[in-house]
């Protein structure tokens, strides 16, 4: 560049640019975060999807899923009586216990009852034969179909006159805590606050890489630490609102009892959503493009759906998978959040579990810290 | 003189494969408006990304204000203007709140309101950014980079997309940057914006410089000031046969149309008809203009800056 003159002297230049505002604005330390948390929470509430997959989808699958399986009074068997000449005098031996509403029996042709009983729809038929006798036909892998057998074998020989030798009472025990919906519920909240890190987190901060925006705040003085710090706690934020409206609506819809502490339950909710964040971050770390991470976040989802124990117990899972699914951190945010709600145990008696949820968000967060890239 | 960047022997390679610069010199002075031209790839964004402080050089030296990267990024973050190339803001936040978002980050931003102000989108201020037509989001980024209250600004391609009103609009916007004092880098691949708006160039092409100085500079380098365009019916000729006329400094020849820069029309043009008379063919077309930018680049590099 031979037109610019070699002697010169670099230098800042004395004037500012720019007239001075009549008032001078001067932004204090945490300015910036404030602003980042606020902008955050102002971009969430203003997706209408993301209000309904964080709040109203949990909330609907508690309701779906309770209502789906409620604890029906054990006896209400489905019976299918073959039709024929023994077929009324069945009806009449059950009459007693269809009256207390512990059996249903209805006569249909031997073709229709064995197949309805095959899809399911019945849990055990009846055959009258020629002799007098009952033939049963039930499926022993399937609990409706061996309960509904003692059941209606239990009523016919107590209305043909069966003496007990023993005698025998019985009280009724339905107690909340060991209901279906009382498992499931601490189950979803772990599933919510997963997704909700992977997704808000992981998602949200590759999406913002494409659009570059992520390298439009690395271009101004905004201290990067704010932001990660930002959006962690706006998200844990979201995540007790989240526990707060989940374990209040099994309260409140299905008498759901909280035997342990509220603090306790804060707590691990809190160090539930620090580890799944953590985990989105790291899932976040390189990818470029919204596409392959929302790839990455299904298959770190998926095992954690199926065997973490959400749905069922994983105890049916075979026992060599035990130990490698009790070290996943949903299993361990699961059993120690049941533990607490459900049993009234102390976070102390949980400590193997809050290892296990601190090593995954510990290690993931430094990993996510060396390799995050913000271009 | 004050100089707001110097860059020296400035090279990027990625991935150990791809040069995008091969050595490049740059001297910004305080006050001016730099254009760096270009085609699509020829290292502007690079360029301006690593002056930025976003991307690291492979090797060359950066001064911004005197300061290093390595050593004063937190101050010299606080004291430049920047707006990429495409950035989408949160499509979810107001043209209000994503100012207010941007000038918190800065120690002593100017009010985000005074600067909607000036950048005509005081009516658009509760508007959400996904509503923005692509003028007024080219200007709300332009705007992120003004609330820093910058000494430096730095535009990639600010009008690439725009329709010729949102352009001038955002050319007059640089002016009052600079009347103000502050220094303006931009690259583009418009010649007619970096004739307008620059004070100085610089033509980069495959990721070293080829031409600097002012538009009026690079214009008298390329010999003559005028420019004779021309098709004729009967094919086309050896470029030899051109440049032997009287005046003519250089020959470009593509589709079909001869270009000849000239030093004198009125001693070029008779002639040139007169030896067209004499091959007996036919003129079909005849125009002479003011060489520009565009002729200047065709000529350093033989191919034109957009392919369009």
């Known amino acids: ?375 | 003189m004050n100089l707001a960047i110097r860059c020296r022997n400035l090279r990027k390679t990625y991935d150990d494969r791809v040069e995008a610069l091969r050595g490049l010199d740059l001297e910004i002075r305080v006050g001016e408006c730099f254009g760096l031209l270009g085609p699509n790839g020829a290292g502007k964004t690079t360029t301006i990304e690593i002056l930025e402080g976003l991307l690291a050089p492979t090797s060359g030296e950066v001064e911004v204000l005197g300061r290093t990267w390595d050593t004063h990024s937190r101050e010299l973050r606080e004291m430049l203007g920047i707006s990429l190339q495409e950035t989408r803001l949160n499509e979810k936040l107001t043209v209000r709140e994503t100012l207010e978002l941007f000038a918190s980050f800065y120690r002593y931003p100017r009010p985000p309101l005074q600067v909607m102000e000036e950048m005509a989108l005081t009516e658009k201020s509760d508007a959400w950014v996904e509503k923005l037509s692509g003028g007024q989001r080219q200007r709300l980024a332009v705007a992120t980079a003004l609330v820093a209250d910058p000494q430096i600004l730095f535009l990639d391609e600010p009008t690439t997309g725009l329709d010729p009103q949102s352009r001038r609009q955002l050319w007059e916007i640089v002016r009052q940057f600079q009347r103000r004092g502050g220094t303006v880098l931009l690259t583009t691949h418009y010649m007619d914006e970096a004739e307008r708006l620059c004070d100085r160039i610089a033509i980069v092409d495959h990721g070293v410089m080829i031409a600097s100085g002012t538009p009026a500079e690079l214009i008298e380098k390329l010999g003559g000031h005028r420019m004779v365009e021309f098709t004729t019916a009967g094919g086309e000729f050896a470029a030899d046969s051109w440049s032997s006329l009287p005046g003519v400094e250089a020959v470009h020849q593509g589709n079909g149309t001869v270009v000849l820069s000239v030093r004198r029309l009125h001693e070029t043009v008779p002639a040139l008809l007169a030896a067209l008379e004499s091959r007996g063919s036919d003129l079909l077309h005849l125009t002479t203009r003011d060489a520009s930018l565009e002729d200047v680049f065709v000529r350093l590099t033989g191919r034109r800056l957009r392919e369009d």
């Open chain 1, 1 to 375: 560049m031979a037109n610019i003159d070699t002697e010169h002297e670099i230098a800042m230049p004395p004037v500012k640019p720019g007239p001075l505002p009549a008032v001078r604005r001067e932004n204090g330390r945490w300015a910036g975060y404030w602003h980042l948390l606020i902008a955050g929470f102002r971009g969430l509430m203003r997706e209408p999807e993301v209000v309904f997959w964080v709040f109203i989808f949990p909330i609907l699958l508690a309701l779906g899923l309770g209502l789906a399986f409620p604890n029906r009074p054990v006896g209400s068997s489905r019976v299918a009586i073959v039709s024929g000449s023994g077929a009324q005098r069945a009806l009449d031996l059950l009459k007693p216990s269809s009256a207390k509403g512990l059996v249903r029996a209805e006569v249909l042709s031997a073709q229709d009852a064995w197949n309805r009983f095959r899809l399911g729809k019945y849990d055990l038929v009846v055959t009258p034969h020629a002799d007098r006798s009952f033939e049963y036909r039930y499926d022993p892998a399937r609990n409706e179909s061996l309960l509904a057998r003692a059941a209606v074998e239990d009523a016919m020989q107590t209305a043909a006159g069966r003496k007990d030798p023993l005698s025998t009472s019985a009280h009724v025990s339905s107690e909340p805590g060991a209901r279906y919906i009382d498992f499931l519920i601490p189950g979803l909240l772990g599933m919510n606050l997963m997704a909700s890190g992977l997704w808000g987190i992981g998602y949200a901060l590759v999406e913002m890489r494409q659009r570059k925006l992520l390298k439009r705040y690395a271009a101004t003085p905004m201290r990067r630490g704010d932001f990660l710090f930002a959006l962690a706690s706006g998200r844990l934020l979201l995540a007790l609102l989240q526990l707060l409206l989940l374990l209040g609506f099994g309260v409140l819809a299905f008498h759901m009892r909280i035997l342990g502490s509220w603090i306790s339950i804060f707590l691990i909710g809190t160090l539930g959503a620090f580890s799944f964040g953590a985990l989105g971050l790291l899932t976040a770390s390189r990818a470029q493009k919204a596409e392959s991470v929302s790839g990455i976040i299904n298959v770190v989802m998926m095992p954690m759906w199926i065997m973490s124990g959400v749905f069922f117990s994983y105890e049916h899972f075979p026992a060599v998978m035990q130990p490698f699914i009790k070290a996943l951190p949903l299993t361990a945010f699961n059993d120690a959040l049941r533990a607490i709600v459900l049993e009234g145990a102390s976070l102390a008696a949980q400590q193997v579990r809050l290892l296990i949820l601190c090593l995954w968000g510990g290690l993931s967060f430094f990993l996510a810290v060396r390799w995050f890239r913000w271009t």
